[in-house]
T-cell receptor, first 113, second 110 residues
């Protein structure tokens, strides 16, 4: 069955370290998204991609980067982790086109000490 | 900037009771999703509402959309414990940008 996976599921790191969160989907979806979830804010869009080599900034992109070298993967990198980036991170994907349902991964809980 | 407000943020209700969750948004959109999230889990799509006046029902949940009022509602009928979860609305603007509400944490008490 097609799915979307994230790794690691839990991560503890220190301030200033570079961290990369992985997202892999086997749906063959063109669109992929990264969100962070914080209490009182719902989910907020960090970065998104509509295809290979395409990346775009979302609402809260400062301090994060992504790259898309194939259809299946969209890794999220925190260049220099800050305590404000402690959050739960969700990856999602959807088929090409507008307004389509997004399917979410299981999430990664990141703690920055 | 699009704002999506849900209320209430927290809802505790007894089994068998009815209640409505509201989702207000600040700009024009013709498509809205409702998602459910169980504690510690991912998000699961419940409904997609595609146009003004759209109504969808699944079991004890019914969602509706009024694009003129920029309002969607999620109505719970005769709540049961299994409905305890956090519910999010997500407004879709041009393309694929989803703007999520803050979520409503629902607890159904026996």
């Amino acid at each position: 069955d097609a799915e979307i996976t994230q790794s690691p599921r839990h991560k503890i790191t220190e301030t200033g370290r570079q961290v990369t969160l992985a997202c892999h989907q086997t749906w063959n979806h063109n669109n992929m998204f990264w969100y962070r979830q914080d209490l009182g804010h719902g989910l907020r869009l960090i970065h998104y991609s509509y295809g290979v080599h395409d990346t775009n900034k979302g609402e809260v992109s400062d301090g994060y980067s992504v790259s898309r070298s194939n259809t299946e993967d969209l890794p999220l990198t925190l260049e220099s982790a800050a305590s404000s980036q402690t959050s739960v991170y969700f990856c999602a994907s959807s088929v090409q086109g507008s307004y389509n349902e997004q399917f979410f991964g299981p999430g990664t809980r990141l703690t920055v000490l | 900037e699009l704002k999506v407000e849900q209320n209430p943020l927290f809802l505790s209700m007894q089994e068998g009771k009815n209640y409505t969750i509201y989702c207000n948004y600040s700009t024009t959109s013709d498509r809205l999703y409702w998602y459910r999230q169980d504690p510690g889990k991912s998000l699961e799509s419940l409904f997609v509402l595609l146009s003004n006046g759209a109504v969808k029902q699944e079991g004890r949940l019914m969602a509706s959309l009024d694009t003129k009022a920029r309002l969607s509602t999620l109505h719970i009928t005769a709540a049961v414990h299994d409905l305890s979860a956090t519910y999010f609305c997500a407004v879709v603007l041009t393309g694929n940008q989803f703007y999520f509400g803050t979520g409503t944490s629902l607890t159904v008490i026996p």
